[in-house]
């Protein structure tokens, strides 16, 4: 589905705090996974990604979860710091893994306080 | 590796104007670029795909003919935003499949109209 919205949901944490942000994706055949980070009046930069093949992928601070049955996604940020305050985005698409046709969630505004 | 720019970051125009938006690949070569509009604290929606050499495809709903898009070489990709009105006014972001990025697209910073 598309996303329409007068304003975003917004997460607050403290500082040092593990943050963990929420999406329920659209569409059952959607096969592969992203997540975005995108800074105020910025483009959106690439976080972490996972395909419908996985439930779980770690990076560098960043734990990805996906669970199929109930369409969701979800993304855990570890020790949240002031630099991670942005909007986040869960983006899908079933194109075999390439950027085919990504279909954006609602975004997430995440204030981290000092 | 794998940058994406735009030009410009923002632009103000007069309704009733035209509108030139480029998107540039830096260090690679993209046969294939993506157009996104964002309005303001709404998400990214996908307004066309931009082919190398060959017409763009659009999404449902985005007019062609207002929104012009030419992908003439491997390394540039433009949007033209024909006649603008106040409702165009937008965040416009491209992205550009990179194989340096896993064949992931990669965006561009965006740029920002704003039609009076």
């Known amino acids: 589905g598309e996303s329409v919205g007068l304003h975003l949901p917004t997460l607050s944490v403290q500082e040092g705090d593990n943050s963990i942000i929420n999406c329920a994706y659209s569409?059952?055949?959607?096969?592969?996974f992203i997540w975005y980070k995108q800074e105020s009046g910025k483009g959106p930069q690439f976080i972490i990604d996972?395909?419908?093949?996985?439930d779980k992928r770690q990076g560098q601070r960043v734990t990805v979860l996906l669970n199929k049955t109930v369409k969701h996604l979800s993304l855990q940020i570890a020790a949240t710091q002031p630099g991670d305050s942005a909007v986040y985005f869960c983006?899908?698409?079933?194109?075999?893994?390439?950027?085919?046709?990504?279909?954006f969630g609602k975004g997430t505004k995440l204030s981290v306080k000092p | 590796g794998a940058v994406v720019s735009q030009h410009p970051s923002w632009v103000i125009c007069k309704s009733g104007t035209s509108v030139k938006i480029e998107c540039r690949s830096l260090?690679?070569?993209?046969?294939?670029m993506f157009w996104y509009r964002q309005f303001p604290k709404q998400s990214l929606m996908l307004m066309a795909t931009?082919?190398?050499?060959?017409?763009?495809?659009?999404e449902q709903g985005v007019e062609k003919d207002k929104f012009l898009i030419n992908h003439a070489s491997l390394t540039l990709s433009t949007l033209t935003v024909t006649s603008a009105h106040p409702e165009d006014s937008s965040f416009y972001i491209c992205?550009?499949?990179?194989?340096?990025?896993?064949?992931?697209?990669?965006f561009g910073p965006g740029t920002r109209l704003t039609v009076l």
């Open positions: 992205s550009a499949i990179s194989p340096l990025a896993g064949g992931l697209g990669v």
């Open positions: 569409n059952s055949a959607s096969d592969y």
């Open positions: 996972i395909r419908s093949n996985m």
């Open positions: 983006a899908e698409t079933h194109s075999g893994g390439s950027q085919g046709n990504l279909i």
């Open positions: 260090d690679f070569q993209a046969t294939t």
């Open positions: 931009s082919n190398e050499g060959s017409k763009a495809t659009y």
